[in-house]
């Protein structure tokens, strides 16, 4: 058992995990991780983005980018897609996945049936958000 005292967990209200409707959204890489693929032939970056402003604010949204991969064009799409957040951040050859980290950009995100036929957000395509002051990223977020 857990002691769930001392909370008063009515204060708070339901978080919604729907999907947020397609369209272009102002947001940031918050995180990147690169993964092994499930079968150990390839690797993947893991990026995790939060929506800035709007009615989505905090969303968080997910792309997983083939970097390495024994299928050429799935290996092709995932450096395609590296290649338009290095231009949407203008960091145009980074050394570490964390240089893109906290720049605002314009994600398009997309829906489609996962394999479980619910539907869930995918990350399209990345664009530079040239009106908002971009910044660098945050010193103790990146080792370099």
């Known amino acids: 058992m857990a002691d769930l005292t ?11 995990f729907e999907p947020i409707p397609a369209g272009s ?3 940031a890489m918050t995180s990147s991780e690169m993964k092994t693929t499930k079968k ?4 993947f970056l893991k990026c995790e983005f939060q929506v800035l402003e709007g009615e989505f604010q ?10 390495v991969n024994p299928s050429e064009v799935a290996q092709n799409i995932g450096r395609s897609q590296m290649n338009a957040i290095c231009k949407a951040v203008n960091v145009l ?7 893109l980290h906290d ?5 398009v995100v997309g829906l489609e049936k996962d394999n479980k036929d619910e539907m869930r957000n995918v990350c399209k395509d990345f664009k530079p958000k ?7 990223p945050s010193s103790n977020d990146c080792p370099i």
Do not use: F, H
């Open 103 to 107: 720049i605002p950009m314009l994600v």
């Open 25 to 27: 959204y102002l947001c």
């Open 6 to 16: 001392g909370v008063n967990y009515n204060e708070y209200e339901e978080t919604s």
């Open 130 to 136: 040239t009106q908002v002051q971009q910044s660098a």
């Open 93 to 99: 050859a980074p050394s570490d996945s964390c240089e």
């Open 40 to 43: 150990g032939d390839g690797q």
């Open 58 to 67: 905090n969303r968080k949204l997910w792309a997983y980018l083939n970097i």
